[in-house]
């Protein structure tokens, strides 16, 4: 029977189903295409019909999903937001994409979790490192702009602050997939990050989250 189109894309995605589960529940390394195919219900050839070898496929999983990072922190998403309140909300934006994409939620831990980055898959940490780059170097922007108006403590300076965010954040995130989603993230997430962002801003600004976490404490203390 001929082959269609339709058939060829339904084949790709099962096997792209399969790798992501696999690497996912047994980890990169210990993942055959022997164990996707026989996953997908389909022969080595199959796999080979679509997918050079291992570090091809990986590449084509990772694809499926949008990395948090890449989808609310490059230069685009940033444009025009360029205050701590506009850090914090984006940074909650991200934690809830994450929240609630089983996908993204799933690559990102195979990513940091289940992928050991020697031999063929040392290509593969490329997307991620870039990734990252294009965060770090929005954030920075939004913190340069933010001593431009005085509001970030002299101490501080933006590649800095955005290298001592990032950590935070990621610790934040690492520590949620590591547990398996032991706790709410963006709760969790939300406090963490208005705590680092007080460390940040100085007296005089003006940060709407910065603001009701005060609010709130003082609440907590009339009662």
Request: charged letters at 25%.
């Amino acid at each position: 029977m001929r082959r269609t189109k339709q058939d060829a894309l339904q084949t790709r995605e099962a096997i792209l189903d399969a790798a992501e589960t696999l690497f996912y529940e047994n980890g990169v390394a210990a993942t055959t295409l022997g164990h996707i195919a026989a996953s997908a219900g389909l022969t080595r050839g199959a796999i080979y019909w679509h997918f050079s070898n291992k570090l091809e496929l990986f590449r084509a999983m990772q694809e499926r999903a949008k990395l948090p990072q890449e989808e609310f922190f490059d230069e685009q998403a940033c444009a025009g937001r360029r205050s701590l309140q506009d850090l914090y909300e984006n940074t909650l934006e991200a934690l809830g994409h994450l929240e609630r994409d089983e996908r993204t939620r799933k690559i990102l831990t195979i990513l940091l979790f289940r992928c050991e980055y020697v031999g063929e898959m040392q290509d593969a940490m490329l997307r991620r490192a870039d990734a990252e780059a294009t965060m770090h170097k929005a954030i920075t922007g939004i913190f340069a702009a933010v001593q431009i108006r005085g509001e970030l403590k002299h101490e501080w300076q933006p590649k800095e602050a955005a290298t001592a965010y990032v950590c935070a954040v990621s610790g934040v995130i690492s520590e949620w997939l590591r547990s398996d989603r032991g706790f709410d993230l963006t709760g969790v997430g939300a406090r963490v990050v208005r705590s680092v962002i007080a460390g940040f801003a100085c007296s005089s600004a003006r940060v709407a989250c910065l603001e009701e976490m005060a609010e709130a404490r003082a609440a907590a203390n009339l009662n």
